[in-house]
T-cell receptor
Framework: GEDVEQSLFLSVREGDSSVINCTYT??????LYWYKQEPGAGLQLLTY?????DMKQDQRLTVLLNKKDKHLSLRIADTQTGDSAIYFC????????????FGQGTELSVKP | GAVVSQHPSWVICKSGTSVKIECRSL??????MFWYRQFPKQSLMLMAT?????????EQGVEKDKFLINHASLTLSTLTVTSAHPEDSSFYIC????????????FGDGTRLSIL
């Protein structure tokens, strides 16, 4: 079945770039998403990319998609302490593509 | 835009009580809402999908008589945990989406449920 994999932890220094990686299995995925979750809160949509795109940039965020390798990454430029959170990638699946399957989440720790 | 409000944010109650959680889309009409459960340090697990005006579709292994879902309007869905027990303690999160399935899901802030 569908599966989404992420590394569990990433630690960076403030001001550095962070790169969070994700792999997925469903080659028919049309949209892939990045969500941010802060402690005790819900999920905040950061960005998403359509499968016919290779790259999408939105301010400090850059999403790269390699469909051949089924690999998605999120780069955060000039990482700040406020970026510390758990980041989930998700792909659409199910009849009509209405459901989301999430990775395990990557805990990003930003050290001053 | 695309704000989803979830209420209450935290509830503590005794075993055997039924608890209702509300999920509202504040500035858009949500034809589809989703209910998830999240255990500590884990990912989100989809429990059910609800479409306005029709019965919810539950994921395999989720008891529909235990977790009652109602989606009576385009801006409100409710999840009722009936006769809750300590094993039902968890973080419950809803999301909402407009009709077109190519639109993203927007999430509420979650409800922490603690059953004593």
């Amino acid at each position: 079945g569908e599966d989404v994999e992420q590394s569990l932890f990433l630690s960076v220094r403030e001001g550095d770039s962070s790169v969070i990686n994700c792999t997925y299995t469903d080659s028919s995925s049309t949209y892939l998403y990045w969500y941010k979750q802060e402690p005790g809160a819900g999920l905040q949509l950061l960005t998403y990319i359509f499968s016919n795109m290779d790259m999408k940039q939105d301010q400090r965020l850059t999403v790269l998609l390699n469909k051949k390798d089924k690999h998605l990454s999120l780069r955060i430029a000039d990482t700040q302490t406020g970026d510390s959170a758990i980041y989930f990638c998700a792909e659409k699946y199910g009849p009509g593509g209405g459901k989301l399957i999430f990775g395990q989440g990557t805990e990003l720790s930003v050290k001053p | 835009g695309a704000v989803v409000s979830q209420h209450p944010s935290w509830v503590i109650c005794k075993s055997g009580t039924s608890v209702k959680i509300e999920c509202r889309s504040l500035d858009f009409q949500a034809t589809t809402m989703f209910w998830y459960r999240q255990f500590p340090k884990q990912s989100l697990m989809l429990m059910a999908t609800s479409n306005e005006g029709s019965k919810a579709t539950y994921e395999q292994g989720v008891e529909k008589d235990k977790f009652l879902i109602n989606h009576a309007s385009l801006t409100l869905s409710t999840l009722t945990v009936t006769s809750a027990h300590p094993e039902d303690s968890s973080f419950y999160i809803c999301s909402a989406r407009v009709r077109q399935s190519n639109q993203p899901q927007h999430f509420g802030d979650g409800t922490r449920l603690s059953i004593l």
